[in-house]
């Protein structure tokens, strides 16, 4: 329905068109794209089997670590499919209801993923820091609560968001997205209303849980770090910095994608729109691609278990 100065009332379909001034190559960009995502999935995939199966991995470093494959293969599955389909297929339509519940799911799976991350970075303290109350501290009950509280924090406070577009906004300039997925800020920006109180509520959001998880990881990694170099011997120093190494490579290439994403597309005026949302796609789907990989090459446990499936695979081809 038309509304005033050619407005769209409620639209019941919005239009995601991609990348914008990449509409061209967006079939290649799809190849990449794809495999990352086949990577990603299949690399979680396999370190949640080697976990749920191997008795000695279901200590809380590996069962956050699952929890975090877990997260990591919702998250690209959420936006991907969609986003090859427009890149590869021209499906560039979609409603405007399941545009918001890619947009809710989205961002609570990146708040999940948030607050996982946390989770590992305050496990890595308390093995390093306090090791003797580790076992004691991080109890089964403790790692049901904390993975439902992470869920149940990004789930709420993504919400409102939700809310306040579907019922508070009204009227839209344009029903065409220029981005290759439903992101609060993408779809915010096409209301020709007043959208203080959504880019408002969005910039609480993302500092409550994103600025409130990188202060906490940052000041465990310091602790950490002082322990560490409290330590007597090299070899105990290098077993305890070798234990955090994978979370700290996982930690930087989450937050630091993250940040680039989110300042460029609120602040970078003058970056090309493409950079904008290539950026975005990259921070959605470099993260669960690297993150089996960084724990696979990392840690020795999970490194071993993977070649003794590979081994046993090939031997009872043969």
């Keep these: 329905m038309l509304g005033p100065n050619g407005s769209v009332f409620m639209p019941s379909v919005l239009t995601l068109i991609g990348i914008p001034g990449l509409e061209s190559v967006q079939c290649w960009i799809g190849i990449p794209f794809c495999v990352m995502y086949l990577m990603a999935v299949i690399g979680n995939t396999l370190i949640l089997v080697i976990i749920k199966y191997e008795n000695s991995l279901h200590s809380p470093m590996y069962i956050f670590l699952a929890m975090l494959g877990a997260t990591d293969i919702a998250l690209s599955t959420c936006i991907l499919p969609k986003m090859l389909g427009i890149f590869w297929f021209h499906l560039i339509e979609i409603s405007f209801e399941a545009c918001l519940l890619q947009m809710w799911l989205l961002h609570s799976f990146q708040g999940i993923e948030s607050g996982v991350l946390l989770a590992m970075a305050l496990d890595r303290y308390v093995a390093i820091c306090n090791p003797l109350r580790h076992a004691s501290i991080f109890s089964q009950k403790l790692l049901t609560h904390i993975g439902v509280g992470v869920t149940l924090r990004a789930a709420i406070l993504g919400a409102p968001c939700l809310v306040l577009i579907k019922y508070r906004l009204k009227f839209y300039r344009t029903t065409v997205v220029s981005h290759s997925y439903c992101e609060h800020m993408a779809i915010v920006k096409l209301a020709i209303e ?6 408002i509520y969005g910039l609480f959001v993302a500092f409550t849980i994103l600025g409130f998880d990188i202060i906490f990881i940052t000041l465990s990694y310091i602790q950490i770090f002082v322990t560490i170099f409290q330590l007597p011997q090299k070899e105990a120093r290098l077993k305890a910095f070798n ?15 993250g940040f680039f994403s989110f300042f460029t597309h609120r602040v970078g005026s003058r970056i090309p729109p493409y950079v904008h949302i290539l950026l975005s796609n990259l921070y959605l789907l470099v993260p669960p691609f690297l993150n089996p990989i960084v724990y696979g090459v990392k840690t020795k446990q999970i490194r071993d278990h993977v070649l003794t499936v590979f081994v046993c695979s090939k031997r009872f081809n043969h």
Excluded: M, P, S
Aim: hydrophobic residues 50%; aromatic residues 14%; charged residues 15%.
């Design 243 to 257: 234990t955090c190494i994978a979370h700290i490579c996982v930690f930087l290439q989450f937050y630091l994608l």
């Design 194 to 199: 007043d959208t203080r109180i959504n880019k």
